[in-house]
């Protein structure tokens, strides 16, 4: 079952920042925390993923709370083209792959 | 490097009818997981093949199968079709031999269930 619980859905102005919070009170030590996007009944897309640091890539920063209950994915300058569901993931370290999707939470990008 | 693909795209069936779904992974890797999308249910994992093994299940009858094959690629198959199957059928691939591989997802397969 998902362990994680996001808004079901956020505005955000196109250049804005945009953030996307994930609550996931029960992670335990060996969990990972990935945020996955998905356009239009597309297959999913890989964004980011983190333990206990911050991360930041060319898509995104993730930012994972102290105590790892929480964490925000940053869109720093949105597009009408990041309009998507974008899904918190919580998964074991030696899961192999199995993910366990909740709802997601769908951003709007407004110009 | 090609991405992961997945035949058909889409299908129409009838109840009581099996279906056979196609995933071919990005060279190299060699784990393919599937999910199931439904309005109702969201993204659903049903299981996962590394090197010609199941190696992790989702709670799916036995009607839901599927196999993988020297060269990776996987496929699974649904037997005895029923209304609520139709769905988006998605397979993942990852190089499976490290933890926490990023997954890379293919378009999907479109079944509709008549």
């Known amino acids: 079952d998902a362990k994680t619980t996001q808004p079901p859905s956020m505005d955000c102005a196109e250049g804005r920042a945009a953030n996307l919070p994930c609550n996931h009170s029960?992670?335990?030590?060996?969990?990972?925390v990935y945020w996955y996007r998905q356009i239009h009944s597309q297959g999913p897309q890989y964004i980011i993923h983190g333990l206990k640091n911050n991360e930041t890539n060319e898509m995104a920063s993730l930012i994972i709370t102290e105590d790892r209950k929480s964490s925000t994915l940053i869109l720093p300058h949105a597009t009408l083209r990041d309009t998507a569901v974008y899904y918190c993931i919580v998964s074991l370290e030696y899961n192999f792959n199995k993910f366990y999707f909740g709802s997601g939470t769908k951003l709007n990008v407004k110009p | 490097k090609a991405g992961v693909t997945q035949t058909p795209r889409y299908l129409i069936k009838t109840r009581g009818q099996q279906v056979t779904l196609s995933c071919s992974p990005i060279?190299?890797?060699?784990?393919v997981s599937w999910y199931q999308q439904t309005p109702g249910q969201g993204l659903q994992f049903l299981f996962e093949?590394?090197?010609?093994?199941?190696?992790n299940k989702g709670n799916f009858p036995g009607r839901f199968s599927g196999r993988q094959f020297s060269n990776s690629r996987s496929e699974m198959n649904v037997s005895t079709l029923e209304l609520g199957d139709s769905a988006l059928y998605l397979c993942?691939?990852?190089?499976?031999?490290?933890?926490?591989?990023?997954?890379?997802f293919g378009p999907g397969t479109r079944l509709t269930v008549l």
């Open positions: 993942a691939s990852s190089l499976g031999w490290t933890t926490n591989n990023e997954q890379f």
């Open positions: 029960t992670i335990s030590g060996n969990e990972y």
């Open positions: 060279s190299g890797h060699r784990s």
């Open positions: 093949y590394f090197s010609e093994t199941q190696r």
